[in-house]
């Protein structure tokens, strides 16, 4: 069965207690989902019938460790891909006192067809933002988004390069000094 295995992280503009209630509410979970999809409650406590586009299956949560991690276990099917099995596990850190990291696992089988890992990730993304976009609806920040830096000039890029190379020339790192020859003794010489 072909495997593909995805790591991504995400920042959620809320605390760690607060991310660890949004994880486990189904409807801001479903207010994520595209166009299409949807997510119940199962037949028996911590599992749940997912329906996506390209798949049709069941989500089992497997273990809490409250409020930092979560795994859960997933089975179904899909026209292109055939029977699908994974397992995601979801981790949560404290960024500060209204801010928390949320890493995602996830490890996909699938009988047929996989998607390409850039495919996967970008799917993955998606699905990610619009967690984060559904999050922010329900429950606002007043703290301002952290502000990405443009991207360099490609001439202020060699620049910086060029420096870095020749000051790894002079602290060593770039050739490193000879490594010193130990003493030998007297009966040796």
Same mark, same amino acid.
């Given at each position: 069965?072909?495997?593909?295995?995805?790591?991504?992280?995400?920042?959620?503009?809320?605390?760690?207690?607060?991310?660890?209630?949004?994880? %486990?509410?189904?409807?801001?979970?479903?207010?994520?989902? !595209?166009?299409?999809?949807?997510?119940?409650?199962?037949?028996?406590?911590?599992?749940?019938?997912?329906?996506?586009?390209?798949?049709?299956?069941?989500?089992?949560?497997?273990?809490?460790?409250?409020?930092?991690?979560?795994?859960?276990?997933?089975?179904?099917?899909?026209?292109?891909?055939?029977?699908?099995?994974?397992?995601?596990?979801?981790?949560?850190?404290?960024?500060?006192?209204?801010?928390?990291?949320? %890493?995602?696992?996830?490890?996909?089988?699938?009988?047929?067809?996989?998607?390409?890992?850039?495919?996967?990730?970008?799917?993955?993304?998606?699905? #990610?933002?619009?967690?984060?976009?559904?999050?922010?609806?329900? %429950?606002?920040?007043?703290?301002?988004?952290?502000?990405?830096?443009?991207?360099? %000039?490609?001439?202020?890029? #060699?620049?910086?390069?060029?420096?870095?190379?020749?000051?790894?020339?002079?602290?060593?790192?770039?050739?490193?000094? !000879?490594? !010193?020859?130990?003493?030998?003794?007297?009966?040796?010489?």
């Amino acid at each position: 069965m072909p495997t593909l295995a995805l790591n991504d992280d995400l920042v959620l503009p809320v605390p760690q207690a607060l991310a660890w209630k949004t994880l %486990h509410d189904l409807t801001l979970i479903a207010d994520s989902l !595209p166009a299409g999809a949807s997510l119940r409650a199962g037949d028996v406590p911590g599992a749940f019938a997912l329906v996506l586009p390209g798949f049709e299956g069941r989500v089992l949560r497997l273990d809490l460790d409250a409020p930092s991690r979560m795994r859960l276990s997933f089975e179904g099917r899909g026209p292109r891909t055939g029977v699908v099995t994974g397992q995601a596990q979801l981790r949560l850190a404290l960024l500060g006192d209204d801010r928390a990291l949320l %890493h995602v696992a996830l490890v996909i089988q699938a009988e047929g067809e996989t998607p390409s890992k850039v495919a996967g990730l970008q799917a993955r993304q998606a699905r #990610l933002a619009a967690f984060a976009e559904a999050v922010g609806r329900r %429950h606002p920040s007043d703290s301002p988004r952290p502000v990405i830096a443009p991207p360099k %000039h490609w001439f202020q890029r #060699l620049v910086d390069w060029y420096l870095g190379w020749f000051a790894s020339i002079f602290n060593g790192t770039l050739y490193p000094l !000879p490594k !010193p020859r130990g003493e030998k003794p007297p009966s040796e010489r």
